[in-house]
């Protein structure tokens, strides 16, 4: 089992960005061969996938969701994934959780069996 720990997000305007981070309790192979994956939930809806970025740095995301304005990226040798969000539109405020699971990526929520607890994201019009 992987504990996930998310970190930066916060309030922010329209138009601006944020940095969120999520570092993983696994360390060395056995991160290295763990797929990441963020969702989101907004308040009344299903959680969305985001984007994934598996054991070989493949990433996949939900275009339609992030328009271009998301990045996944990881850093093994820290046990971290993060998700850069550029350009943030209001519809963009939800709780962020990230998700692990071995080797690959899935946009399915229920392939991943780790999550973290989340950090709330709100974007102000």
């Known amino acids: 089992q992987v504990q996930l720990v998310e970190s930066g997000g916060g309030w922010v305007q329209a138009g601006g960005s944020l940095r969120l981070s999520c570092t993983a309790s696994?360390?060395?192979?056995?991160?290295?061969?763990?797929?990441l994956g963020w969702f989101r939930q907004a308040p009344g809806k299903q959680r969305e996938f985001l984007a994934a970025?598996?054991?070989?740095?493949?990433?996949?995301y939900n275009e339609e969701a992030v328009e271009g304005r998301f990045t996944i990226s990881r850093t093994n040798a820290k046990s971290m994934v993060f998700l850069q969000m550029d350009r943030l539109k209001p519809e963009d405020t939800a709780v962020y959780y990230c998700?692990?699971?071995?080797?690959?990526?899935?946009?399915?929520?229920?392939?991943?069996?780790?999550w973290g607890q989340g950090t709330q994201v709100t974007v102000s019009a």
């Open positions: 970025i598996s054991w070989r740095d493949l990433t996949i």
């Open positions: 696994t360390s060395g192979k056995d991160f290295v061969d763990t797929a």
């Open positions: 998700a692990a699971r071995p080797w690959y990526s899935s946009r399915q929520s229920s392939d991943y069996a780790d």
